[in-house]
């Protein structure tokens, strides 16, 4: 079946479609996605494709191991998919078999698209010890994972560790991390701004500028104004 589903993704492959995306995702020298390989497919007929497949973590973890990049989505939405139909020991293995593989989740969507909805979504009604150990971690994509993570309870109403984990990654260097932070922020405010507000009263002199405006994007322009030149 493994070989099957890489055969899919070969007659799927776009060599324009590909160039674009080694662009977008870093694929440069030193950049963050160095070593990426992409067959040019976009993400619906990847979600589609992966639909057809019900793997094993053994042949997931095949898929992972793969430098090519839709061969890792696809791998996490085929574990997406197991974790949903899983009894509660099987979502403990396939969450502890996510957190075995971080550094193989290495790129921002691959992060975006299953963190919350695997270790988020495990962690719900559990000790978040571990996201901040991530949080604190020198691989960019277990930083990344950590907060994102955390969308899973602001999608319940639960905001307290994504301001912790904020807290913790006001200082990062990255780019990706103030992004990733700022989005959580955001998605905080689009809940309860005056939550949001008073985390930007007490840090946004600290905040990296990108952080920032990814935190206030749904605020209005007048206010964005304010912020901004505080």
């Not at 007929?45 to 997931?60: F, M, N, P, V």
């Not at 593989?101 to 978040?128: E, F, M, Q, T």
């Not at 150990?133 to 994102?148: C, D, F, G, Q, T």
């Amino acid at each position: 079946m493994l070989n099957k589903l890489k055969k899919d993704l070969k007659k799927a492959s776009n060599k324009k479609q590909a160039v674009l995306l080694q662009r977008f995702f870093k694929m440069g020298k030193g950049q963050y996605g160095e070593g990426d390989i992409f067959l040019g497919i976009k993400v619906p007929i990847q979600r589609s494709t992966a639909k057809r497949y019900d793997l094993g973590l053994e042949d997931i973890q095949k898929l992972l191991n793969s430098k090519i990049h839709e061969e890792r989505l696809i791998g996490l939405f085929i574990l997406i998919s197991k974790y949903k139909k899983s009894d509660e020991n099987l979502k403990e293995e396939i969450y502890k078999f996510y957190l075995k593989n971080s550094k193989r989740i290495n790129n921002w969507d691959l992060v975006d698209l299953s963190s919350h909805k695997i270790v988020g979504n495990y962690l719900l009604d559990k000790d978040r010890k571990i996201l901040y150990e991530l949080a604190k971690s020198s691989n960019l994509w277990e930083k990344r994972i950590s907060v994102i993570s955390t969308f899973a309870f602001i999608n319940d109403g639960d905001f307290k560790d994504s301001l912790a984990i904020a807290e913790i990654l006001l200082g990062d260097a990255h780019d990706l991390i103030h992004k990733a932070v700022g989005w959580m922020l955001r998605e905080i405010g689009k809940r309860d701004k005056k939550v949001l507000e008073g985390f930007l009263k007490k840090y946004y002199k600290a905040m990296p500028r990108t952080m920032l405006r990814y935190a206030i994007e749904k605020f209005s322009e007048k206010e964005r104004k304010i912020w901004m030149k505080e």
